[in-house]
């Protein structure tokens, strides 16, 4: 039985996998999913979050230690919790077996424009300097890192934003962290895996596939869905990560 550790982006917590968990575990029925907030969202909102990547790091390896959830660990994670992700496997790669990063950018090898797409810029100050309702600031969300509708997501959304509110110092921490973390440059000692998505308008796409020229890794690209991939085509990154799992030297897992 393998152990898949799931993390999301910057102000995320767990319960916005929705419905992707199910999808994952149904591609891939023999693995355990285990889904962790970062600290200063989700269940753990109450918490300080940590402005340093690496610190990040650290309170995931915290979290499995308490849990008794041993390594080896397969790592699927979005955004800033790629940027964790990575960390995590320069600094412990006897720890990470593999690692499916999905629109994620790092500051060495792409431009800011790249990492927060300017057509973004207004729309994020102006909901920051007029105080926007929570409702307003989902729906922003969901227009940014969604290409696919989802409407109907948006009372759900809410409704986590009322139960575990990011506290906005949280925030601020989170994207201090995502801006100045610094990768290593060398590539990855483990099997991964980039998923990135054309049409993607909060992160270019261009960062997936400069990384994936920089590391000479695997990628594929979505040619519909937005930032948020597994929300807009939940199935496609659960038979694409299959597909890669079985063709890679990690087959020996598979029942």
């Known amino acids: 039985m ?100 999905i629109n994620t950018s790092l500051r060495r090898f792409s431009p800011f424009y790249q990492r927060l797409q300017p057509t973004n810029y207004w729309p994020l100050l102006r909901l920051i300097l007029t105080s926007a309702a929570p409702q307003d600031w989902e729906r922003a969300i969901l227009h940014m890192t969604s290409h696919g509708g989802h409407e109907d997501i948006l009372p759900s959304w809410l409704a986590l934003r009322r139960s575990h509110p990011v506290a906005p110092q949280n925030a601020l921490r989170q994207l201090l962290a995502a801006a100045r973390y610094a990768v290593r440059d060398e590539p990855p000692a483990m099997p991964t895996l980039l998923l990135g998505s054309a049409q ?50 990690l087959k020996g897992h598979m029942p």
């Open 200 to 249: 993607d308008q909060l992160v270019s796409v261009q960062c997936t596939l400069t990384l994936a020229r920089h590391w000479r890794c695997a990628h594929r690209i979505h040619p519909e869905a937005g930032h948020d991939l597994p929300l807009d085509d939940g199935p496609w990154v659960a038979e694409q990560v299959r597909e890669w799992f079985l063709t890679s030297s």
């Open 2 to 101: 393998t152990t898949w550790v799931f993390l999301r982006g910057l102000t995320r917590e767990s319960r916005h996998w929705g419905d992707f968990v199910g999808q994952f575990q149904q591609a891939m029925p023999y693995q355990t999913v285990v889904t962790l907030d970062l600290a200063g969202n989700g269940r753990l909102n109450h918490q300080r979050s940590d402005c340093r990547v690496e610190d990040m790091v650290a309170d995931c390896r915290t979290q499995l230690a308490l849990r008794h959830i041993a390594p080896p660990y397969q790592l699927l994670a979005m955004s800033l919790g790629a940027m964790v992700a990575v960390a995590w496997a320069q600094s412990h790669p006897e720890e990470v077996a593999a690692q499916v990063l």
